[in-house]
């Protein structure tokens, strides 16, 4: 099936802005998701966003969803050093509908954040 | 104590080996899922469960299987370890329909197949 993709790598300036781009691939997506993995530990659920939303802030996180073009952005504003990690975009596919959806996730970026 | 515990936490087997990965759960979710981690490649699916009496394929289930021995254990089988299973594997539960909560995963597997 088609893939969620997202870009490999990710380097920015501690206190810069980041952003971390992800296409996904169905429409009728009702949440998509962004996690993230700190090395050597597994992933966390870092922020959803609603589909009939097309922004989400939570604190120094910025989500973007254009459901037009099928593309989610995840924005890290006076990004730090904690934040070097790996970034996966998830969205739900499935019969719509039902409940029998499951998520996919993308390659994953891994943003690296420089002193 | 975490919600996912995947045991054990790092493991070196021998080719041909068979291996058991465990996962258990606090959340109460009816839904649990096995991915490997590899670099540059993501997560890959290799089997999940809807309920106790439900088990699917994922993309990758080849030289895998799986019991779901209860709502909150569902554990992964290797039958004949081989050196490209090396990989991180994850356990993963959601709640029906995923919705806000998305999936909550466990701290991972290092399996090192030599």
């Known amino acids: 099936g088609e893939d969620v993709e997202q870009s490999l790598f990710l380097s920015v300036r501690e206190g810069d802005s980041s952003v971390i781009n992800c296409t996904y691939t169905?429409?009728?997506?009702?949440?998509l998701y962004w996690y993230k993995q700190e090395p050597g530990a597994g992933l966390q659920l870092l922020t959803y966003?609603?589909?009939?939303?097309d922004m989400k802030q939570d604190q120094r996180l910025t989500v973007l969803l254009n459901k037009k073009d099928k593309h989610l952005s995840l924005r890290i504003a006076d990004t730090q050093t904690g934040d070097s990690a790996i970034y996966f975009c998830?969205?739900?596919?499935?019969?719509?509908?039902?409940?029998?959806?499951?998520?996919?996730f993308g390659r994953g970026t891994q943003l690296t954040v420089w002193p | 104590d975490a919600d996912v515990t995947q045991t054990p936490r790092n493991r070196i087997t021998k080719t041909g080996k068979r291996i058991m990965l465990e996962c258990s759960q606090t959340?109460?979710?009816?839904?649990m899922y096995w991915y490997r981690q590899d670099p540059g490649l993501g997560l890959r699916l290799i089997y999940y469960?809807?309920?106790?009496?439900?088990?699917n394929k994922g993309e990758i289930s080849d030289g895998y299987s799986v019991s779901r021995q209860a709502q909150a254990k569902f554990s992964l089988s290797l039958e004949s370890a081989i050196p490209n299973q090396t990989a991180l594997y994850f356990c993963?539960?959601?709640?029906?329909?995923?919705?806000?909560?998305?999936?909550?995963f466990g701290s991972g597997t290092r399996l090192t197949v030599v």
């Open positions: 993963a539960t959601s709640d029906l329909g995923q919705g806000t909560g998305g999936y909550t």
């Open positions: 169905d429409s009728s997506s009702t949440y």
């Open positions: 966003i609603f589909s009939n939303m």
């Open positions: 998830a969205e739900i596919r499935g019969p719509r509908g039902s409940t029998l959806g499951r998520l996919y």
């Open positions: 959340k109460g979710h009816d839904r």
């Open positions: 469960s809807f309920d106790v009496k439900d088990i």
